[in-house]
């Protein structure tokens, strides 16, 4: 059985450009390069889809989208703290155990 061909991601990225390029049939570009055409379209698919992450800021803020899930992570934290004492004392008042710790 014959192992699996296992490409850089510079090769892919070559492949894909001339594909995006549009210069040569995927036929030839797969005859070009010994790789099958459908692997070709995945990767120009793949490229065209990622091509603006190229242009993103580095310094720019990846946390930005996520603000929404941070807060209602934030308001889960403060009603699980307020569940804890609530019991807390619940318990404190129902065993009457008050000097003691845990």
């Known amino acids: 059985m014959a192992k699996r061909k296992t490409h850089t991601p510079e090769f892919k990225a070559k492949v894909a450009l001339e594909a995006i390029r549009e210069e040569m049939t995927l036929a030839?570009?797969?005859?070009?390069?010994g790789v099958h055409p459908n692997q070709i379209?995945?990767?120009k698919r793949a490229a065209i889809?990622?091509?603006a992450t190229a242009?993103?800021?580095?310094g720019a803020d990846p946390g930005k989208g996520n603000e929404?899930?941070?807060e209602k992570l934030h308001s889960k934290i403060g009603q699980l703290v307020m569940e804890r004492d609530f019991l807390a004392n619940a318990s404190v008042q129902l065993l009457g155990?008050?000097?003691k710790k845990w």
């Open 41 to 43: 379209s995945t990767w």
């Open 49 to 51: 889809e990622n091509m």
């Open 68 to 70: 929404a899930e941070i």
């Open 28 to 33: 030839e570009l797969s005859k070009k390069y």
């Open 55 to 58: 242009f993103t800021r580095r």
């Open 97 to 99: 155990t008050r000097g």
